[in-house]
C-alpha cells in the first residue's frame, strides 16, 4: 500500500490496466474525502498536541469473487483511491505476483527518488567532534 500511496494515478492506472481482464468491482461504500488529525510531539518525544488536519480520501470495493480491498490517499483524488483499493483486492489472490510486477517500476521510482534525496542531504551533513586539550 505504500507503493500505491506513492504512485500517480496515472501509473496505478497502467498498473491496473497491464494485468488484463480483472474481476469487476464494485463499492462497500461510496469513495469520499475526509480529514484526519495530525499529531506531534515536542521535541519528538515530548507531549503529544494537535498539528492541524490532512484531507484524505478513502475507497472499499469488493470484488466478484468476493475479495475486498481498503485504500487511504493522501488528497482529494477518488480515482486514485479506488484504483489502489481494487490493486489491493487483486493482491490477496492468485494476482498477487502479478500485481507485484506491475508495481515494481513505481517501487524502483520511489526508491530512485529517496536515494537521490539521501544523497542530496548527506551533502550537506556537517560532522561536529570535539577537540581535546592538552591540558587536565
Given at each position: 500500500?505504500?507503493?500505491?500511496t506513492?504512485a500517480?494515478?496515472?501509473e ?8 488484463g ?5 464494485s ?5 469520499e ?7 506531534g510531539?515536542?521535541g ?13 480520501t478513502?475507497a472499499?470495493?469488493r470484488l466478484?469473487d468476493?475479495?475486498?480491498?481498503f485504500a487511504?490517499?493522501l488528497g482529494?483524488?477518488?480515482a ?6 481494487i490493486?489491493?483486492?487483486l ?7 502479478a500485481?507485484e510486477?506491475?508495481?515494481?517500476p513505481v517501487?524502483?521510482?520511489?526508491a530512485d527518488e529517496?536515494a ?5 542531504v548527506?551533502?550537506t551533513r556537517?560532522?561536529f567532534?570535539?577537540?581535546v586539550?592538552?591540558e587536565?
Amino acid at each position: 500500500m505504500a507503493t500505491c500511496t506513492g504512485a500517480t494515478t496515472t501509473e496505478l492506472e497502467q498498473a491496473l490496466g497491464s494485468l488484463g481482464p480483472i474481476p469487476a468491482a464494485s463499492d462497500l461504500r461510496g469513495t469520499e474525502p475526509g480529514l484526519v488529525m495530525l499529531r506531534g510531539r515536542m521535541g519528538g518525544d515530548g507531549n503529544a498536541f494537535n498539528l492541524g488536519e490532512a484531507t484524505v480520501t478513502r475507497a472499499a470495493v469488493r470484488l466478484e469473487d468476493g475479495r475486498t480491498g481498503f485504500a487511504y490517499q493522501l488528497g482529494r483524488d477518488a480515482a486514485k483511491a479506488r484504483t489502489a483499493a481494487i490493486l489491493d483486492a487483486l493482491w490477496q489472490g492468485p494476482e498477487r505476483d502479478a500485481v507485484e510486477a506491475a508495481l515494481a517500476p513505481v517501487r524502483q521510482r520511489l526508491a530512485d527518488e529517496a536515494a537521490a534525496k539521501a544523497r542530496r542531504v548527506a551533502a550537506t551533513r556537517v560532522n561536529f567532534f570535539t577537540m581535546v586539550r592538552g591540558e587536565d
